[in-house]
């Protein structure tokens, strides 16, 4: 069974100050999607990364892909209070379609 | 902007009774989930569709889950008769065709109260 483990799973931050958001593995995945959900609502897809190494940047978001494809993070750069909300990784194995979700990073930023 | 839409948005029902819940996805998409997430826990997966049968379920699609895409464009998850714990939100996400196709775009949700 893969699993994924986020790190820190609560974060609480000021805005204006960096932050890091880690999604592990001890499995492959073909590729890894990092998702934003709103409570009450659906997973809004942010990105999707495939390439080891890959570094993907969506504004203040910067998204990387571990080398070895079972890890990936998440930064965001001078954090703003509409950055508050729930971050889940969620990677693809190269056999399967469906996707197995990390159990998310509860981000709070305080104005 | 090309979404999936989930219908209703909150369902109450009592135990042991049938309820379906449905998902208009993308509409060139061929591939279809249902994932469920009780409350305060993470995103599961339930069942994988393709070329009308279903490609994948996890351990949680018992005998009580059932699958359909009775036309073009709707796809529902039927609970045959529920059970407490099948309190969560359901979410539907569709996925494009081709292998380089990776992105699953997910539904607003259904929230199942069963009571």
């Known amino acids: 069974t893969q699993l994924l483990e986020q790190s820190p799973q609560f974060l609480s931050i000021q805005e204006g100050e960096n932050l890091t958001v880690y999604c592990n593995s001890s499995?492959?995945?073909?590729?890894l999607q990092w998702y934003r959900q709103e409570p009450g609502e659906g997973p809004v897809l942010l990105v999707t990364v495939v390439t080891g190494g890959e570094v993907k940047k969506l504004k203040r978001l910067t998204f990387q892909f571990g080398d070895a494809r079972k890890d990936s993070s998440l930064h965001i750069t001078a954090a703003q209070t509409g950055d508050t909300g729930l971050y889940l990784c969620a990677g693809q194995d190269t056999g399967r379609r469906a996707l197995t979700f990390g159990s998310g990073t509860r981000l709070q930023v305080q104005p | 902007e090309p979404e999936v839409t989930q219908t209703p948005s909150h369902q109450v029902t009592q135990m042991g009774q049938e309820v379906i819940l449905r998902c208009v996805p993308i509409?060139?998409?061929?591939?279809f989930y249902w994932y469920r997430q009780i409350l305060g826990q993470k995103v599961e997966f339930l069942v994988s569709f393709y070329n009308n049968e279903i490609s994948e379920k996890s351990e949680i699609f018992d005998d009580q889950f059932s699958v359909e895409r009775p036309d073009g464009s709707n796809f529902t998850l039927k609970i045959r008769s529920t059970k407490l714990e099948d309190s969560a939100m359901y979410f539907c996400?569709?996925?494009?065709?081709?292998?380089?196709?990776?992105?699953?775009?997910f539904g607003q949700g259904t929230r199942l109260t069963v009571v």
């Open positions: 509409s060139n998409h061929l591939y």
């Open positions: 499995s492959v995945f073909s590729s």
């Open positions: 996400a569709s996925r494009g065709a081709g292998q380089g196709n990776t992105e699953a775009f």
